[in-house]
């Protein structure tokens, strides 16, 4: 089976994720097969599209027959068996393993012996979901990013058995849909949530020491760093029961290496309801009325702000490198494309002097004797060569 544009199109979970899946590709010509196992979530779904189909032909981004066309491809499946003729069918539903797989075991005996089958996990690995089927070969990971019809990354995950033809023809379609794909290999949190850890993780470090309150940080960061949104602020917009739960699964998955360490404080958080935007209150008080701190703005301690979290992001793409998670192109796109990065970290780090971010992380690892302050390999290597 070559996947191409008239491959139609399986997905399964129609929340967040399944039905932006399935706008981007009906979008892209494809007939697609939508299926919830909640018909509210299908609904729910399919009056979302309407509402953004009216915004996109408000705005002249597509016209009134595309928009059409668009929802019409969508079929509202009633259950699997709607899916005997698709070609690539990608699973959106709940983060849970035996859910999954048993949704996958299902698939099989209903859907060609050569359709491929891909999963939109953050967090699990595509080997544990594909490992036990019949024809692992052609199981994959393919992680859009919220929301997907306008997050442009995908990273495409391949497992230990994936096929290279699998692999290739998967990368090519995705790359079709106008999504900036890259290659990750099958580890916790692939390049995106990976990499990513510190900026949250060690603002919240800094905010537990007293070193600087949260609108402080997320000054330093904004002004200083360029970022789109400070740490806690694009905490309290990811939802806390997500972004503790991403960090928690990254840091067992990597057997407690100290560099993903959660934190107390987030995990708080979670436990008390707060998570943030959609409930109202996280590290920000968002009800009507609520009165902000306001931030100091100190440019000698925003700096040390910024270069705390920065020398550590750094460190994290280098070592991501450095342990074949992904190329360098693909981890800098990865960065700037799926977080919306100012820069790419690897090219940030050059900038400022790989040897000066050494200099900082051997401080810090002396100053805490903590083992999450351990500067890559490939960080010292690039020092000693003077690259
Ligand atoms: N939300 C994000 O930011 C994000 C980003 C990237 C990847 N993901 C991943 O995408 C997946 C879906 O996340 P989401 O945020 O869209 O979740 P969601 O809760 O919005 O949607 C999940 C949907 O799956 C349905 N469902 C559950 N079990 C099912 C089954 N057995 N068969 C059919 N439907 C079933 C639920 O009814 C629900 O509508 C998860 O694996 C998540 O880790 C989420």
Same mark, same amino acid.
């Given at each position: ?9 399986? @997905?399964? $979970? ?6 932006? *899946?399935?706008?981007? &590709? ?42 059409? &066309? ?8 009633? =259950?699997?068996?709607?899916?005997? =003729? ?26 060609? =012996?050569?359709? @491929?089958? &891909? ?9 544990? *979901? ?23 990354? @995908? ?14 023809? @998967? ?5 079709? %849909? ?25 603002? *919240? ?13 997320? %000054? ?23 972004? #503790? ?18 934190? /107390? ?20 008080? #968002? ?14 301690? $925003? ?5 705390? /979290?920065?020398?550590?992001?750094? =460190? ?7 342990? $074949? ?37 051997? #401080? %810090?690892?002396?100053? #805490? ?19």
């Amino acid at each position: 089976m070559k996947l191409n544009a008239q491959s139609r199109i399986g @997905v399964i $979970g129609a929340g967040a994720m399944g039905s932006g *899946i399935a706008q981007v &590709a009906a979008t892209a010509g494809h007939e697609v097969c939508l299926f919830d196992l909640s018909q509210e979530s299908l609904g729910k779904s399919k009056a979302a599209l309407v509402k953004v189909m009216t915004r996109l032909t408000e705005k002249g981004r597509v016209t009134d027959d595309e928009a059409v &066309a668009i929802q019409s491809r969508i079929q509202y499946a009633e =259950n699997l068996s709607h899916f005997d =003729n698709c070609d690539f069918v990608i699973e959106a539903v709940v983060e849970n393993l035996k859910v999954k797989k048993e949704l996958f075991f299902s698939l099989e005996k209903i859907i060609a =012996n050569d359709a @491929v089958f &891909a999963s939109n996990t953050s967090s699990l690995s595509i080997a544990s *979901i594909g490992g036990e089927l019949s024809n692992p070969e052609r199981v994959i990971g393919v992680h859009f990013f919220n929301p997907a019809p306008l997050m442009p990354l @995908v990273e495409v995950v391949p497992s230990l058995v994936t096929s290279n033809e699998v692999t290739s023809q @998967v990368f090519d379609l995705i790359k079709s %849909w106008g999504k900036k794909v890259v290659l990750a290999k099958d580890t916790p949190g692939f390049i995106v949530n990976r990499v990513a850890r510190p900026f949250y993780s060690e603002a *919240i470090k800094m905010l537990e020491e007293g070193f600087a309150d949260i609108p402080t940080i997320d %000054w330093a960061m904004r002004e200083l760093g360029g970022f789109r949104m400070g740490p806690f602020q694009l905490m309290d917009l990811i939802g806390h029961d997500v972004n #503790y739960v991403v960090t928690e699964t990254v840091w067992t998955e990597m057997y407690f290496d100290p560099r993903y360490k959660p934190s /107390i404080t987030q995990k708080r958080l979670k436990e008390a309801n707060w998570f943030g935007r959609k409930s109202g209150k996280g590290f920000y008080d #968002y009800s009507e009325g609520a009165s902000q701190k306001e931030a100091s703005t100190d440019k000698v301690k $925003g700096k040390v702000i910024l270069e705390r /979290i920065l020398f550590m992001l750094i =460190n994290e793409a280098i070592d991501a490198k450095f342990l $074949g998670v992904a190329s360098v192109e693909d981890i800098e796109t990865a960065m700037t494309k799926g977080v919306n990065y100012p820069k790419g970290l690897i090219a940030w780090g050059k900038e400022l002097g790989y040897d000066k971010v050494l200099i900082g992380l051997n #401080y %810090w690892f002396e100053r #805490y004797g903590d083992d999450r302050y351990r500067p890559s390999v490939l960080l010292k290597d690039w020092v000693q060569d003077n690259k």
